[in-house]
């Protein structure tokens, strides 16, 4: 039976990022039998078996190493390829996130293994991947010739679904990887973006506004829907040039990539590179005065209005 080791990424608050449940999903392969060993390493490990089990993991490995492991990633990508070989890992996978992106590179470069970063969807039994290139214009399916296949996964690309196999609870167990070295680079401070806020690319719903919203205080009208929602607030970039914004809200090409449940864009015209961030998002709506703008064209539904009638409108009827 093929093995898949998942590392887990933990929220603000200790809890579990939802994310990490489509990667579960995936790393139990085409007939969901794959057995599924999570990786965690912050120590939260026994409070996690009975969020875990249903998506299939059988095991959580609770991995430590001498030295500050937190801040380290090289230390980190040491310990997790360690973790891999000692438990003779097919696949192993994780999400497309900051630290993930940072983390993965490392442990592929250092097993001397291909890797396949920031993935729409994995086949572990295949070892393929599904890719977006040129600003999500096409999707590329890549094979990975290896002995272990390595992989991102880009945030709610992939739905999560609960195994029908699973037991109520995973068994935890112990690895002190036997590495020491901490590498270059160093983690010396962590500044959060809004404090409280969903995640940009966590969420599930993004609400975004344009060079339209006019004004940053304009924002607070998007943030008061998003609120309802369960969404998060995004910009386009000519709304963060024009200072409304800060970059860290950017969705596009070169901002943000998002590939939310629903994604609301309040006027915004709809440029193919605000599209490079966004086009997997699995329901667009469009909002916007001119009802011949091109986000009309990509939308799975659009509302031809004014967003400063049509935003407080939705917000109390969500009421
Ligand atoms: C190399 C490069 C990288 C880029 N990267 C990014 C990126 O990462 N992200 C990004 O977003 N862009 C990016 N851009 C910029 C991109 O080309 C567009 O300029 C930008 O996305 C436009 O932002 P916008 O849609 O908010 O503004 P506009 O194109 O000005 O559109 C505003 C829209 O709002 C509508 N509108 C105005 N008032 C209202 C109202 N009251 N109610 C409803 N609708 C209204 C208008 O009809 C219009 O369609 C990049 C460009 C380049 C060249």
Redesign the pocket.
Known sequence: MARTGVLIEMADGGKIKETNYGVLTAARGKTGNNEVYALIMDGSADALATDLAPYGVQNIVAVTAAGDLQNSPDLQAAALAAAAKEYGFNSLLGLSSASGRDIFARIAASLDEPMASDCISVDVDERTAVKSHFSGKTFATIQLECTMMIATIRPNAIEPVKSSESATSAQVLSFTAQVSDPGKVKRVEVKKGGSGKIELTEAPIIITG???IKAAENYKMLEECAAILGAAVGA????VDAGYAPHSM??????KTVSPKVYIA?????????F??MKTSKIIVG????KD?P?FSKCDYGIV????EVIPALTKALK
């Open positions: 344009g060079r339209a386009s970039r000519a709304a950017q969705v596009g090409q070169t901002g309040c006027g915004v015209s709809g440029a193919v590179q605000h490079a961030g909002i916007n005065m001119d703008a986000i209005g004014d967003i400063f």
